[in-house]
């Protein structure tokens, strides 16, 4: 079955960094175009990033665009999203998928920016 496995979130302080890690299994991975998602506390689950099946195109929403870096290495069948220059706002759990609408998605990892 498919399977999505999030991994390397936290506590950081603003301006620190954290590296995102998601493991995936369970189907064509490097077929499928990938996507991180996120959901602030109290809020709706929101696109942040995603990446072509090639990892030539990558795409992001504006407030994250220079600040984060979304990759994947295919022999390993992962996916990551590097994120610098954090902020109070990036706090949320963040998610991996294999779908645009974020329906096949992991169990997430909490990410939180606080000093």
């Known amino acids: 079955q498919v399977q999505l496995v999030e991994s390397g979130g936290g506590l950081v302080q603003p301006g620190g960094s954290l590296r995102l890690s998601c493991k995936c299994s369970?189907?064509?991975?490097?077929?499928?175009?990938m996507y991180w998602f996120r959901q602030p506390p109290g809020k709706g689950l929101e696109w942040v990033s995603s990446i072509s099946f090639g990892g030539l195109d990558t795409q992001y929403i504006p407030s994250v665009k220079g600040r984060f870096t979304i990759s994947r290495d295919n022999a390993k069948n992962e996916l990551y999203l590097q994120m610098n220059s954090l902020r109070s706002e990036d706090t949320a759990k963040y998610y991996c998928a294999k779908d645009e609408g974020g329906y096949f998605r992991g169990q997430g990892t909490q990410v939180t920016v606080a000093s």
């Open positions: 369970g189907f064509t991975f490097n077929m499928n175009r």
